[in-house]
């Protein structure tokens, strides 16, 4: 199948578009808090040193991704309605798979800023049940991390902690109004939730949220009232993650029009509000289709898994017994990369995920095991 390219009038527009709105956004903010300026021009050179990394590694056959998604715990204070987390079995009752300790977390990071990764993308189970987790924050100050949290753990000393580290970013899970998000979330969540975002912009800190978009909630986003009353209240980035079926309920998914309608009303979006925008799948046609597998991330999960993405619970290598870069350049991860058919999502929100059966032939061939298992 055809890989989706952009051309090269597209993509000058498609770059000056980004830098334009995140012009937009964060000066005002840069301005704002400028004594935190030496913090970001420690990011920017950190961008620069990473970006070289990855291209020497490249040389070397070695893909590097720009992102690692690091699940980090397997505990969660809550139970979603469907969970991709649960699905998967990143958050599991198993009590033969522990999750790793901070002490393995520095090691991997470490490993991971010598390939060049550059973007830590910290998700759970729920990050903040971690006492120590922002020591890692700390320790990799040119560096950076968003935490997918899903905002109701967040104590006072948490946002005094955070106040101090002008390298991350906390985005928190929300699925519309109150009843929207109580419904799947659980009650009361949706005024903690609420909460968190206001503190998090009282203390300064860079806040977005996630959202996964299913039948039951697009229409409330297409609303553009709805997203301006976020904008409002502090909220600068926003990931919307179009709903994957992952445990078979197909009936929560967008259809092919309705996921049309739905990326027009991104992009109006993009152009008229003062928010950084991440839209999949619809983002990932920019980039020729799927980046999981190490075109643009890699996923790790809470027992050191590592995983194409964190949609896909198939793993070759266990990061507390092979390395990162090991990893990386494994078969498994080469053939999804060097496969067009594989990238491609045939309509669906995940590429992987649509291609079941060659998944299942592909974790044959490379002799992968399922980290749900």
Not at 61 to 70: A, E, M
Not at 132 to 137: A, P, T, V
Not at 270 to 279: D, F, G, T
Request: hydrophobic residues 35%.
């Amino acid at each position: 199948m055809k890989k989706i390219m952009i051309t090269k009038s597209e993509t000058p527009r498609m770059y000056n578009n980004f830098y334009v709105t995140f012009g937009k956004i964060f000066i005002p903010w840069i301005i704002k808090h400028i004594k935190n300026f030496p913090s970001i021009i420690k990011l920017l050179i950190g961008y620069k040193k990473s970006g070289k990394l990855r291209k020497e590694w490249d040389r070397k056959g070695i893909k590097v991704p720009v992102f690692l998604i690091i699940s980090i715990t397997s505990k969660c204070n809550l139970r979603c309605l469907g969970c991709y987390a649960a699905a998967t079995g990143t958050i599991c009752n198993n009590a033969l798979k522990k999750s790793l300790n901070i002490r393995h977390w520095q090691r991997i990071i470490k490993e991971a800023k010598e390939l060049g990764v550059y973007g830590f993308i910290i998700a759970g189970g729920e990050p903040f049940v971690m006492s120590d987790l922002l020591k890692l924050n700390a320790e990799n100050k040119d560096r950076l991390f968003l935490i997918f949290s899903n905002g109701t753990l967040l104590k006072k000393q948490d946002y005094e902690n955070l106040k101090k580290l002008r390298n991350t970013a906390i985005i928190i899970s929300i699925e519309g109004d109150r009843d929207l998000t109580d419904s799947r979330r659980g009650k009361g969540v949706y005024e903690k939730v609420i909460r968190s975002i206001q503190n998090l912009n009282k203390h300064g800190i860079i806040n977005g949220i996630s959202v996964t978009i299913t039948k039951n909630n697009f229409r409330f986003w297409m609303n553009e009232r709805n997203l301006d009353n976020l904008i409002m209240k502090g909220v600068r980035l926003g990931f919307f993650m179009e709903y994957i079926p992952v445990d078979n309920n197909t009936e929560l998914m967008l259809t092919t029009e309705e996921s049309k309608k739905f990326r027009k009303q991104i992009l109006y979006y993009r152009k008229n509000k003062k928010i950084l925008l991440i839209h999949s799948p619809g983002d990932e046609e920019y980039a020729g289709g799927c980046i999981s597998a190490g075109r643009g991330f890699a996923h790790i999960t809470p027992s050191g898994d590592l995983t194409p993405c964190p949609v896909s619970n198939i793993a070759t290598h266990n990061l507390t017994k092979s390395s990162l870069r090991e990893g990386l350049k494994s078969p498994l991860f080469k053939i999804i990369r060097d496969n067009e058919n594989l990238l491609e999502p045939n309509g669906s929100p995940c590429a992987l995920f649509s291609h079941q059966k060659e998944v299942d032939e592909l974790v044959k061939a490379v002799n992968a095991y399922r980290t749900s298992n």
